[in-house]
């Protein structure tokens, strides 16, 4: 990642590792209010998110946005296939909020932003300027479908 895209490497670290605080905090309460479940499978490094929370995650292309809290960015939750993708609910061009639409099968960045970006529900960029994937974290649903646990490690690009 470099300076030239608008998100710098330094920026995307400060972002990123702003999770770890939250996922710390969230394993000592869970008042409701997160969106996330309490319960970090992994340790401190995983969230523990249960689907029945988020009925829209059911049907394929189904989505919902986490909040994050404190420096940590909101999550983008997107139900592909079998899977559920977790993506940072930033634009990987300026950093600006995403914004996906079931209807056209799309993730667009923030339209408010000006700059345009669109992505492939599986996170690709279909449309620049943006060059590069949203980023993503790694995930696994349980073998019950009914847990996602999200890693706080970046997929490969």
């Known amino acids: 990642m470099d300076n030239s895209r608008g998100f710098s490497r330094r920026r995307f670290i400060a972002l990123a590792s702003g ?3 939250p996922v710390v905090w969230a394993g000592c ?3 409701g209010t997160s969106g ?3 319960s970090a499978s992994d340790g401190d490094d995983a969230l523990s998110i249960s689907l029945a929370d988020h009925p829209d995650l059911d049907a394929d292309g189904g989505f919902v946005t986490l909040e994050g809290k404190g420096a940590a960015p909101a999550l983008l939750l997107v ?3 079998d899977t559920v993708r977790a993506f ?3 634009c990987t061009h300026a950093a ?3 914004h996906p639409d079931a209807a056209d099968n799309v993730i667009y960045c923030d339209r408010d932003c ?3 970006s669109v992505y492939s529900m599986q996170g690709e960029v279909l449309q620049g300027p943006s060059e590069r994937s949203l980023y993503e974290f790694e995930s696994e649903l349980g073998q019950t479908g009914e847990t996602l646990t999200v890693r706080l490690v970046l997929k490969e690009a």
């Open 96 to 98: 600006c909020p995403l």
């Open 19 to 21: 999770l770890t605080l």
């Open 114 to 116: 000006g700059h345009g």
């Open 36 to 38: 996330r479940d309490s």
């Open 88 to 90: 940072v609910n930033l």
């Open 79 to 81: 139900r592909d296939g």
């Open 29 to 31: 309460r869970n008042d």
